[in-house]
């Protein structure tokens, strides 16, 4: 059974950084881009960055655009999502997600096409 686990998040102050892990076991992992999503309390679940299968073509929302940095390991099935310079706005429960991809060099930002999902896992940034 495929599973992906998020590890990493908590309580941070304002301007520190995080790293958010997800490591997936289960799954042809070279196969898939990585993608990581968010949900702020009482709003609906957005897009926040993707890694391509390749690990070399990355995307990002605006919102964290310039604060973010991605990377994957295929070998270890773990990618990893850095955030810089958080403001409380970061503040949500953050979920890593598995596309399959044809190419290796294609991201998505579309919820749909994402197949596998991690539970998900609490940041929140006090000011």
């Known amino acids: 059974q495929v599973q992906l686990v998020e590890s990493g998040g908590g309580l941070v102050e304002a301007g520190a950084s995080l790293t958010l892990s997800c490591t997936a076991s289960?799954?042809?992992?070279?196969?898939?881009?990585m993608g990581w999503f968010r949900q702020p309390p009482g709003k609906e679940r957005e897009f926040v960055a993707a890694i391509a299968r390749n690990g070399r073509i990355t995307d990002q929302a605006d919102s964290v655009k310039g604060r973010t940095t991605m990377s994957r390991d295929n070998a270890k099935m773990t990618a990893h999502l850095v955030l810089n310079n958080l403001v409380p706005e970061d503040t949500a429960v953050y979920y890593c997600?598995?596309?399959?991809?044809?190419?290796?060099?294609?991201?998505?930002?579309?919820?749909?096409?994402?197949?596998?999902w991690g539970q998900g896992i609490q940041v929140t940034v006090s000011s």
């Open positions: 289960e799954l042809t992992y070279a196969y898939y881009a």
């Open positions: 997600a598995a596309d399959f991809e044809l190419t290796d060099d294609a991201v998505t930002r579309e919820e749909r096409l994402y197949t596998y």
